[in-house]
């Protein structure tokens, strides 16, 4: 029995959440001088713990020489355009079935196949042949990640904990994408980032549709186009905003947006999908 | 039994052929007999981008029963083969190929791609395979 | 100043003092010299040796696939490479247990038909470095982080922030690895592996008793040697080693890669026919 989640919860609630954990930290080294505050205490803004830095500015989202930790528990269960909010499992399987045109703006033949899969209990997805939860997928399914800044060639990596332990990799370099007429489309694509003051942008392209990009089972073609937002508003909070761009598929593009909150002293387990094969 | 100290020079050669090298991510000699080469002209039926390996297969006539049958080519991860040239586009279904390879050990109508010409152009593409083969163009192999 | 404008002054500082721990790594050295086979390995600012490339040129680590962890001179599943350590064993000598050296000798025989990694499984011990299609080491400071593109398109921490390992570790197929510099040299050790893996693509078997040191070195801008110790009594009747040069790949960029795509080999790496083979 999976427990019942609520997508697209308030930023403030998570925020508040994350204020709670970081006034229970002890000493944290962003106020080295300052007196930890005690575990019963009214969380206080000032207790947030700010994101940290490299030396000339740029935010991190990794962790800092000496610590522990890694990008966890995300706030929602699955993909659902933002201001909608409809019960669900932890898996995306939607309560009522009657709500899955609420989920996004598709195209017919996209919301007969979600209804179907959803229908169907998710008996399809690929993820059960240790093929990847790709695209935003993996930034909401279990297993937690890291991103990591390689700031000698300009790139990032997103180290995956779930699914078959994968990573993908974001060039910051402003090269353009490939050409759609000449691109494989593979399952995490091509990503090229830039940062917009300390938000990271993503455009990502070149996918293939072999990969849900979301629990639940939303449909895409290998049109898709992602922008990706990431940002860390404090230490223990990850922001991640998505516009899905896929005329195949949608309507529109349209946007879903979350949280993920960061596990301190914590070390992604080795495991694989590969593990029970 | 060859002394197993290797020189630098012979070293500093292998790395730098490995460099060029085409490579798998299996033994070639497992799944594939060198001792069978296979030639073959004929029209592609599928082409499958994908990892770990591209496949496409050709319909060819057998010589012997005049049956018609499908091949299916393994060639090299799709990364490598846009390294050498080929675009996703490069080999349609409907193209007419021919094809120089190495036979499947299992008896299936599978094999080993190691050089691919287009018959409307004549272009060669090498097929980036696990042969432990350079060619990217140029004359066929010796088989 | 906001922190934008902080970020574009500090641009030209960057390349000289952060990489992703806080250091990048200078070009002056590979200047000094016009020759490629003896440009030698890149440094970090702090003068400690660097296992990637200088900004702006990138490159990574193509695991050599014809590599061996010890020599065999007859017709086998692997030819004999030219970039083995000369220290190597030849295969008759390694200390096999008289099951291990049965099932290596099968392994051979058969042309490694059965290779795990063949069927996309994560590649443990020395199996990772002859895996093609290169590999990334990201220097953290306080960890390594080997980033494969192939066996599987994964990544494998070592931790240089600690000096001992849990003391019952679940098995896993990287184990659980600390590190140390001693010198240029990167020491790598590991226990608590599984024995679902090959440790080498030759077909060397293991047991969950494996313990291993792995010496990472960087003798010119163009190699990398690798060394791996192997430590397993359940296998080998005492500790040997073997190893091999990787090449540095310019302008090899990571990519995507998944084997368990549309993996057709597993099924169809039958080998040799060994009953007819013996019967010949």
Redesign the interface.
């Known amino acids: 029995m999976h427990d019942v989640k609520h997508t697209s919860r308030c930023f403030c609630t998570a925020l508040l959440a994350v204020v709670v954990l970081a006034a229970c930290e002890p000493s944290p080294p962003s106020s080295p001088g300052g007196t930890p505050p005690e575990a019963t205490a009214v969380p206080q803004e000032t207790a947030v713990r700010e994101a940290p830095r490299y030396d000339d500015g740029l935010v991190r989202f990794d962790r800092i020489a000496g610590e522990k930790g890694y990008w966890g528990q995300a706030s929602v269960s699955a993909l659902v355009e933002t201001g909608v909010e409809l019960p669900m499992n932890d898996t995306g399987l939607l309560d009522d079935l009657a709500d899955a045109a609420r989920i996004a703006p598709f195209r017919p033949w996209a919301l007969a196949l979600y209804e179907h899969r959803q229908r169907n209990g998710l008996a399809d997805d690929p993820t059960r042949f240790c093929l990847p939860p790709a695209g935003p997928r993996h930034m909401h399914a279990p297993g937690g990640f890291r991103i990591i800044q390689d700031r000698n060639f300009d790139r990032v990596y997103v180290m995956f904990g779930g699914g078959n332990r994968n990573w993908r990799v974001i060039f910051l370099d402003g090269r353009d994408p490939p050409d759609p007429e000449e691109v494989v489309g593979t399952y995490y694509g091509y990503s090229s980032g830039r940062w917009d003051d300390d938000t990271l942008v993503v455009e990502s392209s070149g996918f293939n549709a072999r990969f849900w990009f979301s629990n639940g089972g939303l449909p895409h073609t290998e049109a898709l186009h992602l922008t990706e937002r990431f940002s860390r508003p404090d230490y223990h909070t990850l922001r991640y905003e998505v516009t899905v761009d896929d005329p195949y598929t949608y309507t529109r593009p349209w946007n879903a947006e979350w949280t993920v909150a960061w596990v301190d002293d914590g070390t992604i387990p080795e495991q694989f999908c590969e593990d029970n094969r | ?2 002394s ?3 020189s630098a020079v ?10 060029l ?1 085409a ?5 070639f ?3 594939y007999d060198a001792d069978q080469p296979v030639t073959f002209t004929g029209i592609v039926t599928k082409v ?6 591209v ?1 496409f297969y050709i319909d060819v006539e057998n010589e012997q029963t005049g049956a018609l049958e499908n091949w299916g080519f ?1 060639m090299g ?4 083969l ?1 390294q050498r040239g080929w ?3 490069s080999m349609l279904i409907g193209d007419e190929v021919e094809v120089h390879g190495t036979r ?3 008896g ?1 109508t ?1 094999a080993n791609a190691r050089r691919v010409a287009l018959t409307s152009t004549g272009q060669v593409l090498g097929a980036a395979s696990s042969e ?1 083969q350079t060619i990217t163009s140029g004359d066929p192999p010796a088989n | 100043m906001t922190r934008q404008t902080h970020r574009k002054l500090a641009t030209a500082a960057l390349i000289a003092a952060t990489t992703f721990a806080g250091l990048a790594l200078t070009g002056t050295q590979a200047q000094q010299s016009t020759s490629e086979t003896t440009r030698p390995a890149p440094r970090w600012p702090d003068g400690r040796i660097s296992f990637t490339g200088p900004p702006g040129e990138v490159g990574n680590w193509g695991g050599p696939p014809t590599s061996t962890l010890a020599n065999h001179y007859r017709e086998g599943a692997l030819g004999d490479s030219g970039v083995n350590l000369e220290t190597n064993l030849d295969a008759e000598d390694v200390p096999f247990q008289p099951w291990a050296r049965d099932v290596y000798e099968y392994r051979q025989a058969t042309f490694t038909k059965d290779d795990p990694h063949t069927r996309c499984k994560p590649s443990g011990g020395a199996r990772l470095f002859h895996t093609p299609y290169g590999f990334e080491i990201l220097d953290l400071g306080v960890e390594i982080i080997f980033v494969t593109v192939g066996a599987p398109h994964s990544w494998r921490v070592v931790h240089l922030d600690r000096t001992d390992h849990p003391a019952d570790p679940e098995p896993s197929w990287y184990g659980h690895s600390i590190g140390r510099w001693e010198g240029d040299t990167l020491v790598i050790d590991t226990v608590g592996f599984n024995d679902r893996f090959w440790i080498s693509r030759g077909g060397f078997p293991h047991t969950t008793r494996l313990h291993t040191i792995e010496r990472i070195s960087r003798p010119d801008f163009n190699r990398l040697r690798y060394e791996i110790t192997i430590d397993d009594p359940g296998a080998y009747t005492e500790t040997w080693s073997g190893g091999w040069y990787i090449p540095w790949i310019a302008g090899n960029e990571p990519f995507d890669y998944l084997c368990q795509e549309n993996n057709l080999d597993a099924a169809r790496m039958v080998g040799p026919d060994l009953d007819a083979d013996a019967g010949e």
Request: aromatic residues 4%; proline residues 9%.
């Open positions: 039994m060859p197993n100290k290797i012979l070293g500093l050669a292998g790395l730098l052929g490995l460099a090298q490579e798998a991510h299996h033994s000699r497992s799944q499958e981008w994908m990892n770990p390996h496949y393994e991860p799709p990364h490598m846009q675009k996703r586009n499947a050990r299992d299936s599978t432990g």
